[in-house]
C-alpha cells in the first residue's frame, strides 16, 4: 500500500462522512498482511510513532496504521520498519516452513531492521500466524479460492506466490 494517507491531505476520501482507516486499507492489517474482519475480527489503529514518544503526531493520518490488536499490543513502543516504506520482496515467505525472512539480496543492516520486526511482532513466534499462512496458500493450491480472492484477503500471500513463480 504506497497509497498511506499523508498529513494535509485533501483528498475527498478524507471529507466523506464516515471515513475510516477500515475502508482505506481494505481491512487489511499493515504489519500481518491478512484481512481483518470488520464485524467479529479484533483490529485497532496503531500510531507508528507511538504517542508517548512524539505527542504531536497523535491525531496525524500518516502516522496512523490499521492493524490486528494483537500486533499493535506486541509492537507497543518498539521500533520497527514502516510497513508503507518496505519495498516488494524485501519479506519473503518461506513456503516449506510458512515463515518470513528478509530477502537474503538486503544489505545487513536492512536485514537486521527486518529481522527486529520479525521479532517484535512475533511473525514466525505465533503459531496460528503461520497455520494461518499455510491455510491461505493450501486453500489456493487445492483450487478452494482464487488467485484474485488470495490477493485481497492475504496480499502478502498473493505476492510471493506471483515472485515466486508460484501462480497455477
Known sequence: MKNKVKSGNSSPLLKTKGFSCHHFYKSICAYSGFWI??????????H????????????EWHN??????R?????????IIDPFELLSGW??????????KPNPELSSNQKQKLWK??????LNDDEDLVIERQ??????LNEEISFKHLKKMAPFIALEVERQGLVL
Do not use: C, E, M
Not at 48 to 59: D, E, G, H, M, T
Not at 64 to 69: E, G, K, L, P, R
Open 37 to 46: 474482519p470488520h464485524s467479529t475480527g479484533n483490529h485497532s489503529i496503531d
Open 48 to 59: 507508528f510513532i507511538p504517542k508517548s514518544k512524539q505527542p504531536n503526531l497523535a491525531y
Open 64 to 69: 496512523y496504521s490499521y492493524v490486528s490488536a
Open 71 to 79: 500486533f499493535n499490543s506486541r509492537k507497543g513502543t518498539n521500533t
Open 91 to 100: 519479506f519473503i515467505l518461506d513456503f516449506k516452513s510458512f515463515l518470513i
Open 117 to 122: 520486526t520479525i521479532k517484535h511482532l512475533k
Open 135 to 140: 491455510t491461505w496458500y493450501l486453500n489456493y
